[in-house]
Structure formats: structure tokens, C-alpha cells
């Protein structure tokens, strides 16, 4: 999100290491440390997708990467069990 800054939009500024104050971008080179990174910068909007379909306060939220199979898991733990609807049988 951009915010205005005397009349103009500011951009943000990305810093490499070794910077005092800058916080350390993840290794580009490194799957799992991007897609770690992407996940924990997404995290406020997941919960609140989550939250609007479950209608239940998202507790908390673990990812997993494989990084020989490229498979993630995402487990969100909700503050009450989902009810789940009895199944026909046929």
C-alpha cells in the first residue's frame, strides 16, 4: 500500500544486508526462505480470508515448504472445531 507523503506517493524501500537499521530480505536464492517470507508478509490477509469464511478468530497459522518437492502446507488453527456436515451414503 502506498501512502501520500506531502502531496506525492512515497515508494518503499527494499535494503540489502548490511545496512544498521535494515531488515534482511530473505536469500532469493532459497525457495523456502522466499516463499516463508511471502507467507509471513500475507499472513493479516489469509487470516482474514479465513476468518470471513469460517466465522471463527484464526488462532494461529503454520506453513511448511518440501524443498525437494516444492509441496506446502498451510494449517490454520481456529479458535472452535469447524462443524462438518454428515456425508450421504450412497
Known amino acids: ?8 506517493l512515497s515508494c518503499p524501500v ?3 544486508r ?6 534482511l530480505l530473505p536469500d532469493y536464492r532459497n525457495p523456502k526462505q522466499v516463499r516463508t517470507h511471502l ?11 479465513v ?3 469460517t466465522r471463527m478468530t484464526v488462532l494461529s497459522l503454520h506453513h511448511d515448504i518440501s524443498t525437494v518437492t516444492g509441496e506446502e502446507l498451510v494449517v490454520f488453527t481456529l479458535s472452535e472445531p469447524v462443524p ?3 456425508t450421504r451414503k450412497r
Open 14 to 16: 527494499l535494503r540489502g
Open 1 to 8: 500500500m502506498l501512502e501520500l507523503d506531502e502531496g506525492r
Open 18 to 23: 548490511g545496512s544498521s537499521n535494515a531488515s
Open 51 to 53: 476468518q470471513d469464511v
Open 84 to 86: 462438518v456436515r454428515e
Open 39 to 49: 507467507v509471513e508478509t500475507a499472513r493479516p490477509i489469509l487470516e482474514a480470508m
